[in-house]
């Protein structure tokens, strides 16, 4: 098993994790343990960290195994820790709101 980088489980009804390891980030249930998102760092091509009145966002924006552009996100009061989690792997970070 990979180092863990960072971890949180969601922030509402606690089903699952949100996990950073040094080759990977992955969305996976609590109870099942399965992994209902698995994006290997290579193919991200930026995370944000965003801020507006009511909520705190991390923005994964990510190319899937066929090539398509995706985007990704969740919530989360520890958005600017995941940031600099994110910017310690070597992925790209920005803060539009900063």
């Given at each position: 098993m990979s180092t863990i980088i960072m971890q949180e489980v969601?922030?509402?009804?606690?089903?699952?994790?949100y996990r950073l390891t040094p080759d990977?980030?992955?969305?996976?249930?609590?109870v099942t343990k399965w992994v209902i998102l698995r994006i290997p760092l290579g193919r991200i091509r930026e995370i944000q960290v965003l801020k507006n009145i009511i909520n705190r966002e991390v923005a994964i924006s990510y190319y899937n195994e066929y090539d398509h552009f995706k985007l990704y996100s969740f919530y989360t009061s520890h958005y600017l820790e995941w940031g600099d989690a994110f910017r310690n792997v070597g992925v790209r970070v920005s803060h539009p709101d900063a």
């Open positions: 969601w922030p509402r009804r606690q089903i699952g994790i990977q980030f992955t969305v996976s249930l609590i």
